[in-house]
């Protein structure tokens, strides 16, 4: 099957099936269980709600740019968007910082879909946009529910610039359902990783407002676990548009 037929399946399927998948993904009952006990963070599935007239509830500022996700592609996103994918997506390499970016970066790191930025390169991510943090986790837990609704994995989220005085947009990549014992296995990860880029290429070409770069981290190698390699190849296998953003910079804080 195609790179994007794959996509397909596995994005198109019916809802229930998602959730099903989203299930099957999971790593063994046992895992499960663990996940249940030891190392479970606190994370309330419950929506919590909004009150209608206040503003920066929960760290939400209701006034700020809306962040894009699926919801706000067409169905047959996919299709359509063919037509100008005329090569295969370029990686470049960079030793150094990720978040001393230039104003009007994409960031992009993988999370999990349970509304947590806890550990790894997530964590500084809330502490360095603690504005982006709550649009994250209000999706996760609002507008999806990680228990009745859960964001479907290979799924993406790109939040605009929030924070004051920051001009960075924040790319999250549904790689996992959850994270620590519970995330999915390595080939589940990988699997996630392409389509979840994909639909983020897709929401950055719908976003108004400028994103004159994209950096990444070495997604999924870490808390993930998953080796660079395999994440590499997938990312590589993705067609854009020739010269879409000039490339994506590969960003490690050290050189091995
Ligand atoms: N401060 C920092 N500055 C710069 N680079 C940093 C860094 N810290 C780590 N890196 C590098 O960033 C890459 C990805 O490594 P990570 O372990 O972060 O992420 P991942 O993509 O494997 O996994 C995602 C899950 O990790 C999180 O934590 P929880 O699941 O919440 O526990 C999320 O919420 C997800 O669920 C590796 O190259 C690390 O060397």
């Known amino acids: 099957m195609s790179q994007r037929n794959s996509i397909i399946t596995s994005y198109f399927q019916p809802k229930n099936k998602a959730k099903e998948s989203t299930t099957n993904n999971s790593d063994s009952p046992e895992s499960s269980k663990q996940e249940k ?16 007239k206040r503003r920066d509830v929960n760290g939400l500022n209701r006034d700020a740019p809306r962040h894009l996700s699926s919801k706000d592609l067409p169905s047959n996103w996919l299709a359509t968007s063919s037509d100008d994918s005329l090569t295969t997506l370029s990686l470049t390499y960079h030793t150094g910082d990720i978040f001393a970016a ?9 999370c999990n879909t ?14 360095k946009y603690p504005k982006a943090y709550p649009v994250y986790r209000n999706f996760c837990i609002n507008e999806y529910n990680p228990k009745s609704d859960p964001i479907p994995t290979g799924t993406a989220l790109l939040i605009p610039p929030v924070d004051i005085g920051n001009t ?3 790319g999250c990549l549904f790689t996992s359902a959850k994270y620590g014992k519970g995330k999915d296995k390595a080939d589940v990860i990988v699997r996630n990783t392409a389509p979840a880029m994909q639909m983020l290429i897709e929401l950055v070409n719908k976003a108004e407002g400028e994103i004159a770069e994209v950096r990444i981290c070495k997604i999924n190698s870490g808390k993930f ?3 660079w390699e395999k994440t590499k190849d997938a990312l590589e296998a993705i067609t854009v548009a020739e010269g879409w953003k000039g490339s994506v910079q590969v960003w490690d804080p050290s050189d091995d």
């Open 225 to 227: 676990g998953v080796p």
């Open 37 to 52: 006990g030891k190392g479970k963070r606190s994370i309330s599935a419950s929506p919590v709600p909004v009150p209608e």
């Open 114 to 127: 349970q509304g947590s930025w806890g550990a790894g390169i997530a964590a500084a991510f809330k502490s």
């Open 102 to 110: 230039p104003p009007n970066t994409l960031l992009i790191h993988a």
């Open 168 to 170: 960075h947009w924040i």
